[in-house]
């Protein structure tokens, strides 16, 4: 069976699990339905309006991170960093390369120099989950019983940030020593993979100079300040009176939990909002389950439908998108 086949089965799957879930007479149908209805638009539109507003962030941090290289306009980069999410949230987690593809295409930036920003962003990012999740620890109260589990989340954060901490600093320490890494590699009689890792080198340049590494770390700040006012505004738009350190809570089990994907129909996100509900702050299933669904939606459906009007408005269709994602190869290395 082809990959398709299986995102329909397991779509299917999950969807019988939810049936028989709400089939059953503890489910309280009411109970979902008055979740729905008791939004406030107000709040759900500053969420929508402050998620929008992190791609923008992103674009003027991969702008810093692009600078030794080549001076991209922001729209432009803001408009690729739209896509290219938008590939993920569509096509799964191979999409990834959507951005620097992306970039390569339209600004003849080396595919492999274009690459290395996007790791670097993707390793600040998790620093960055580490630093707000760390905060959110100090302020958070939370029931007696979900302290195992609270602990169990811990440790899955901090070995996402022991992880990229390790990488930053092999990040530097390619980036310090790559003459010597290539001329290894080229005597090895593998001069392409040489060029490969001296142009992924290229793309590394912003960590080599204090002042842009120091740009970066605040543009990363002010970006996950953003996303956890954007969750909390979330929160309030569904009636939940949260604090901003719960609101906080949540959005690092949420990208944590965004990890495991289905294109397009998510599951890692709604199981982690509906664990969080649930475990800490005790949300009966039924609005744990409306408020997750609406979440997914309000977090993801945005960014879409505006990369599909830009796309539409390009002449872009999603099937060349796919195809410039799979077939890179007739671009520079």
Known sequence: MNRKTWYLLAALG????VIYRASTADFDWALFVSSLSSLKPAWLTASIVFSLGTYFIRAIRWRELLAPLKQVPVSQLFWATIVGFSAIYVLGRAAELARPLWLTRRERIPTGAS?????????????????????????I?????????LSNLKRAGWLIGATAAVAILALFFLRRHVDQIARQIRQTRFPQIAKLVENFSRGLT???????????????????????????????????NFSYSSATLVMVALA????????GIGGG???????????FFYIPLEQATATALL????????????AAAYLLTQGISMRELRASIRSPRSEPV
């Open 295 to 306: 979440a997914f939606v309000l977090s993801y459906a945005p960014t879409v439908v505006l």
């Open 206 to 240: 912003a960590l080599a100079n204090a002042r842009s590494l120091g740009v970066v770390l605040l543009q990363s700040a002010a970006l996950w300040i953003a996303m956890t006012l954007q969750s909390w505004f979330m929160f309030f738009g569904m009636d939940l």
């Open 256 to 263: 944590i939990g965004s990890i495991v994907q289905i294109p």
């Open 14 to 17: 999950i969807c019988a699990i």
């Open 269 to 279: 996100f709604q199981v982690a909002w509906v664990f969080c509900m649930m475990t």
């Open 115 to 139: 690459i290395a920003t996007i790791v670097v962003e993707r390793f600040l990012d998790s620093l960055m989950l580490i630093a707000v999740f760390g905060w959110a620890l100090v302020f």
């Open 141 to 149: 109260e939370v029931p007696q019983g979900s302290v195992t589990v």
